[in-house]
């Protein structure tokens, strides 16, 4: 069955230091999304692409890259980690075409120190 | 700035009890309205999505959904509720013909046995 993955489920690590979560898909859709899961702000949309090489900032993307090279992953780069990026992420893909549903990976849990 | 609106952030009912979760959003376009669920320590799962027609939408495990296109609302509903039923729901609303989802806040629904 075709599914959405992340990687690490867990992570803990110090400030300064650069982070990088994977996300990987097999549904060969053209959209991924990664978004962050605050208390209280639902889901914010990190960064975003509709396809290989296309990568656009979400509404919270400072602090925050990433990288389109296949259809498949989407990894998303914390370039210096601070303590108000503990969160956790989640990543979504979709069809293109209007009203399509997006489907949620099961989540990085990450812990900034 | 397009933004959506839960107005309920907790809600505590008994088993069997009638449920009507509050979504409203700010945008006077064509938008496209979801509900997700997020059962404790599970992703987000589509509930129900509304794409164009019959504005009343039903979804899975029993929840139905009103588009009120001139009060700008998507309440999400069930006649009773299920212990089951405890998780967090999101309404997310995407415009136009973009591909990003925004969500509102979320509602943490605890159904007491």
């Known amino acids: 069955d075709a599914e959405i993955t992340q990687s690490p489920r867990h992570k803990i690590t110090e400030t300064g230091r650069q982070v990088t979560l994977a996300c990987h898909q097999t549904?060969?859709?053209?959209?991924m999304f990664w978004y962050r899961q605050d208390l209280g702000h639902g889901l914010r949309l990190i960064h975003y692409?509709?396809?290989?090489?296309?990568?656009n900032k979400g509404e919270v993307s400072d602090g925050y890259s990433v990288s389109r090279s296949n259809t498949e992953d989407l990894p998303l780069t914390l370039e210096s980690a601070a303590s108000s990026q503990t969160s956790v992420y989640f990543c979504?893909?979709?069809?293109?075409?209007?009203?399509?549903?997006?489907?949620f990976g099961p989540g990085t849990r990450l812990l900034v120190l | 700035a397009q933004s959506v609106s839960q107005h309920n952030h907790h809600v505590i009912l008994s088993e069997a009890a009638s449920l009507e979760l509050g979504c409203n959003y700010s945008y006077g376009g064509t938008v496209n309205l979801f509900w997700y669920v997020q059962y404790p320590g599970q992703h987000l799962q589509l509930l129900l999505k509304y794409f164009s027609g019959d504005p009343l939408v039903k979804g899975i495990k029993g929840f139905e959904a009103e588009f009120i296109k001139s009060k700008f609302s998507f309440n999400l509903r069930k006649p009773s509720v299920q212990w089951s039923d405890t998780a967090e729901y999101f309404c997310?609303?995407?415009?136009?013909?973009?591909?990003?989802?925004?969500f509102g806040s979320g509602t943490r629904l605890l159904v007491r046995p």
């Open positions: 549904w060969n859709h053209n959209n």
């Open positions: 692409s509709y396809g290989v090489q296309d990568t």
């Open positions: 979504a893909s979709s069809e293109t075409g209007r009203g399509e549903t997006q489907y």
């Open positions: 997310a609303v995407i415009r136009d013909s973009s591909y990003k989802l925004i």
